[in-house]
């Protein structure tokens, strides 16, 4: 009889209770199913919303719930939904595959908030049912794609180097390039993406797994990206060459936090300490012609390096626009030797000058000398001068 009693009262409230109180009997763990359903299309959306947080809702509910017109009744729905997603996947019985379906359309709501809501509550879940991870992972919004890009084990290698090659939006890279502990063949995707921003986020993460050769190529492209290099010259890792290649492209106010590196080697850390020596004393003096052709580079300015590169070496500006147009790494370098440039210089007039592929760069070899012989770079300022000299 009290039972009966309790739920007889419990209906009036449903029916025809204040606010509050409808409100109160959808949020109560032991409330009737059938009440529940019944509150699930009350005017109110406070009421609905606790119906859609009630574990003890029934499925057809949860149905309902799902299609509800505030975005704020169904995101309390799939807060409730996501935490069951590996039991509702593979659910056999007929209100398990509601709830499953309830569930599965939530991850394709229009609000991005209720997807996001979604993609929140699985992003670490071991367990989660991997087409809805995917399906999160490859949405265009980033609030609900990127936390799952980041976190979820459940994506694999093949996943991610699927949304690199083909990815939705732009800032899906940088979402997967922040992932931790990324291996060396995503790295390797992102950095041939040529994606300026995902390739500043990869170098950015210290986790991270980046080939050596792979390495080499961002250093000499990250002579005209500052945020490259300082991400760069903070990376807990950094080989031996890489380290040499940095030295010579990092910026001036960069080469304190270089040359503080406790890995370097005992002769390059003398050589930047000795470089940023020389910058303090500089103060307001007029900048050499080189400070000049590298403030050139980082500006683009293509023209004022070519002038100061033929000025400096003593030849005309077009042999230097000869070994522009041959992407001459030889050339360009051997240049820059002739004219009293350093070998940072020689790197910017490679990569931005001469626009020369990383791989097709010339670096200085393990001592940190030129990478040619004295010889060889008499010889091809020779060789480049015989066609103007026919002409």
């Known amino acids: 009889m009290g039972r009966q009693s309790s739920y007889e009262a419990a209906k009036r409230l449903a029916q025809d209770g204040a606010e509050v109180e409808r409100r109160a009997v959808a949020t109560l763990p032991g409330t009737p199913p059938e009440l529940l359903y019944y509150l699930a299309g009350d005017g109110s959306a406070a009421v609905r ?17 799902a299609g509800d017109a505030d975005p704020a009744v169904r995101a309390m729905l799939g807060r409730k939904l996501a935490p069951r997603a590996a ?17 599965c359309s939530l991850a394709e ?26 399906r999160l992972a490859g949405d265009v919004a980033m609030e609900v794609a990127e936390p799952v ?61 980046i080939r050596e050769q792979t390495l080499d190529g961002l250093i000499l492209q990250a002579a ?47 050589r930047l300490q000795d470089r940023v ?37 003593s030849v005309t500006l077009q042999l230097v626009e000869q070994a522009v147009r041959l992407r001459s790494a030889r050339a360009l370098v051997s240049l820059c030797w002739q004219a009293g440039f350093g070998l940072r210089c020689a790197m910017l007039a490679q990569s931005v000058l001469g626009q020369l592929a990383p791989g097709a760069a010339l670096v200085p070899g393990p001592d940190g000398d030129w990478p040619l012989s ?18």
């Open 49 to 65: 919303s606790a119906v859609a947080g009630n574990a003890a809702a029934p499925a057809q509910a949860d149905r309902l719930l």
């Open 87 to 103: 039991a509702l996947a593979i659910a056999e019985d007929k209100l398990g595959a509601i709830a499953w379906q309830a569930l």
């Open 109 to 134: 709501d229009t609000a991005m908030h209720v997807r996001a809501v979604i993609a929140e509550e699985l992003k670490a879940m071991p367990d989660a049912p991997h087409d809805l991870i995917l």
């Open 149 to 209: 890009i980041r976190l979820s084990p459940m994506l694999s290698e093949e996943d991610l180097l699927g949304l690199v090659a083909a990815p939705p939006v732009p800032d899906t890279l940088s979402a997967v390039a922040r992932r931790p502990a990324l291996s060396e063949c995503l790295s390797d995707a992102i950095a041939a993406s040529a994606d300026e921003a995902a390739i500043g986020a990869l170098l950015a993460n210290p986790s991270a797994a």
């Open 224 to 270: 005209t990206r500052i945020r490259w290099q300082e991400s760069l010259v903070r990376r807990p890792s950094l080989p031996p060459r890489a380290q040499r290649a940095l030295a010579l492209c990092v910026a001036g106010h960069l080469l304190e936090v270089l040359a503080a590196r406790p890995d370097l080697a005992p002769d390059l850390a003398r």
């Open 277 to 313: 020596e020389a910058r303090l004393l500089e103060g307001a003096a007029e900048p050499p012609v080189g400070a000049r052709f590298e403030a050139a580079a980082l500006r683009g300015d293509h023209a004022a390096m070519a002038r100061l590169l033929a000025q400096e070496a």
């Open 374 to 391: 004295t010889a060889e770079m008499l010889w091809q300022i020779e060789l480049l001068a015989e066609p103007m000299v026919r002409a």
